[in-house]
């Protein structure tokens, strides 16, 4: 009698936010808080904080059926150059316009923002539909670079530019820059590109108020090895190329959590 063996993959089990984030279903955070109000069920059973599951699993959140297919196969990335004026929230209370309105439709799942910039901000704005990248890309472990064109009034001194690299006490603790390079100087303002490696909120703006400098323009024009195209108008997006998509990972996985 012929034995036939049959292989079959079993996926190891992951915690329930980081395999529904990698599901493009929405971010890590966002997931835990269905978890903490028992809107996810694994085999018919409400899910916890904490639970495992494969992608071999019947996972419903709200009762509607999850599509696990791997992330490679429905990971999207999208660059946008985003304007004055525009939030970061899909929803607005006063109204105002969201850079949600303005972008593509992804090819499966929705569009997760990669960190946010305040309405008065502008330029480079990620977007995935891989919650798992965009935890990773957010996470303070990887360090992942942002660069800025700040303008500020008045002229600061070496002295307050030396400062700004070796660290500024703000509210929330400690921060700093880790590049800070003079652009341009104007008889009222001066420009810098700045640099940093990580995403606290209104971060560069807080920096230079507590060396008391008022930033009056703020622009990122890099996150990781992403640049923001010169091409690339004010309220236009842009999917990145696999190899731009590739660089974003190594630039998350190098130092990122496990």
């Keep these: 009698m012929a034995l036939l063996i049959m292989m079959v993959a079993v996926s190891s089990p992951e915690r329930l ?9 929405g971010s890590r955070r966002a997931i835990e808080d269905w978890l903490r109000a028992g809107r996810v069920a694994v085999n018919g059973r409400i899910a916890t904080l904490g639970d495992r599951a494969t992608r071999n699993d019947a996972i419903t959140v709200d009762g509607r059926h999850v599509n696990l297919a791997p992330r490679e196969a429905r990971r999207e ?5 985003k304007p004055l004026g525009e939030v970061t929230t899909r929803r607005d ?8 309105e303005r972008l593509p439709r992804p090819a499966a799942g929705r569009w997760i923002v990669v960190g946010r910039l305040d309405v008065n901000t502008t330029g480079l704005l990620l977007f995935t539909t891989d919650g798992e990248l965009a935890h990773r890309l957010m996470h303070p ?3 992942v ?6 303008r500020v009034h008045g002229e600061p001194d070496d002295a307050t530019l030396r ?5 500024v006490r703000l509210e929330d603790g400690y921060g700093r820059f880790d590049r800070v390079e003079r652009q341009a100087r104007t008889s009222s303002h001066d420009w810098f590109r700045v ?9 560069v703006r807080r920096l230079w108020s507590a060396v008391g400098f008022e930033v009056s323009r703020l622009m990122r024009v890099r996150f990781g090895p992403v640049s923001l195209p010169q091409d690339l108008g004010p309220g236009n997006a842009r999917r990145l190329e696999r190899d731009e998509v590739d660089a974003l990972l190594a ?4 130092k990122g959590e496990p």
Aim: net charge positive; with cysteine; proline share 4%.
């Design 17 to 25: 936010q980081k395999l529904l984030a990698a599901a493009g279903l």
């Design 77 to 81: 990335v999208l660059m946008y150059h």
């Design 93 to 100: 209370p006063q109204g105002r316009p969201t850079v949600f």
């Design 141 to 143: 472990s990887s360090e």
């Design 145 to 150: 670079e942002r660069e800025y064109l700040v």
């Design 163 to 167: 400062r700004l690299q070796e660290g």
């Design 195 to 203: 640099v940093l490696r990580e995403g606290r909120n209104r971060e």
């Design 251 to 254: 630039a998350c996985t190098a």
